[in-house]
């Protein structure tokens, strides 16, 4: 018996994805189109976004770390409410080149955590938010 794969897409990205294919029979579920577009959805950016270069003026600099303190807070929101949740993200590989890649609200939260060490005070709100759930 073939595999049915259900997939929704709206032009603004992925609202919201059931598939049973390759996931050993359980729905797989996306976070909705509101939280995807809250969310950081290049991987591995908190760096960037959190400790901008210094080459960039005073107030490009203040503008992208605001916007990183709002995906932070946007990660530590959708992981609440589903830290299994799907979301799409791309990257960008010295060996493959760009992609895409579907990953877990908990995964994004997880590389976030790792990767801002630039603003303590926001990698300890990201560690807290792994700890209270995960224990």
Wanted: charged residues 25%.
């Amino acid at each position: 018996m073939a595999r049915r794969c259900l997939i929704a897409f709206l032009a603004a990205g992925v609202v919201l994805a059931l598939s049973s294919c390759g996931s050993g029979g359980k729905p797989r579920t996306f976070v909705s189109a509101a939280e995807q577009r809250r969310l950081p959805t290049q991987q591995h950016s908190a760096g960037g976004e959190l400790c901008p270069d210094r080459d960039q003026s005073h107030r490009v600099r203040r503008e992208i770390t605001n916007r990183g303190k709002l995906h932070a807070k946007a990660i530590i929101t959708a992981y609440k409410r589903h830290p299994d949740a799907l979301v799409h993200t791309t990257y960008a590989s010295s060996d493959e080149g760009p992609g895409s890649e579907d990953i877990t609200v908990r995964a994004l939260l997880k590389q976030w955590a790792r990767d801002s060490y630039c603003k303590a005070g926001v990698q300890a709100q990201l560690r807290k938010a792994l700890a209270v759930r995960d224990g």
